[in-house]
Structure formats: C-alpha cells, structure tokens
C-alpha cells in the first residue's frame, strides 16, 4: 500500500522557521519525484516545491524562492521542506505527493498525504 505521511506542521510568528517532513513506504522510492503543495482555507491548490529523487534536481514556486528548501533523503524515503522566513500567507495545509515535477515547483501526482497544517501568525 503506497503511503506518504507528513509531519512537522505547527504554529509559528512570522520569519520563524519550520520543517516538514514526508515519509515514504510502499513503493520504490527512487522511481518518482516528491513534491509539495499546499491549500489554504478558500483557495485553489498552489504548488511548492518538488524533487526528483533519482537525481536530486529541485523546483519552487516563485513565491518561496529563496526561503524554502526541498531535500531528499533516499536511505530514509524521506523528503524534508525546510522553511525559513515564514510569512502569513504561507498558512496552509501542506501535503507530500508522488509523481512527476513541474518547473514551477509543482508536482503532477498520483497519490498524497493526509497533509499537515502550518500556521503564521502575524
């Protein structure tokens, strides 16, 4: 059974930092990229970031350039997101996915997880 569990969500001020992490079991894990996107309250699913596992190459979306970080732990089926400088608008329900990267950071996935909520407080 494929699974992607998310973790590290939490309540944060602004310009803090957070990290999440997705975990991966069920499929090889190598043969897909995983990428992040989020949705929050009202609005449409925007992508994130996403990496190609079997090369390491990493994607975001203009609008966390330079903040977040997207790594790939192979031996640990674990990808991480490492955000740093949060801002309000980063509040959002986070979800992991498997699946194919877009250059924008999105990722074009089959399956995902349950998700993981981040809150920025002003």
């Known amino acids: 059974e494929v699974q992607l569990v998310e973790s590290g969500g939490d309540l944060v001020q602004a310009g803090g930092s957070l990290r999440l992490s997705c975990v991966a079991s069920g499929f090889t894990f190598d043969d897909y990229a995983i990428g992040w996107f989020r949705q929050a309250p009202g609005k449409e699913r925007e992508g994130v970031s996403c990496v190609t596992t079997y090369d390491g190459s990493t994607y975001y979306a203009d609008s966390v350039k330079g903040r977040f970080t997207i790594s790939s732990d192979n031996a640990k089926n674990t990808v991480n997101l490492q955000m740093n400088s949060l801002k309000p608008e980063d509040t959002a329900v986070y979800y992991c996915?498997?699946?194919?990267?877009?250059?924008?950071?999105?990722?074009?996935?089959?399956?995902w997880g349950n998700g993981t909520l981040v809150t920025v407080s002003s």
């Open positions: 996915a498997r699946g194919d990267c877009t250059i924008y950071g999105g990722i074009e996935g089959d399956q």
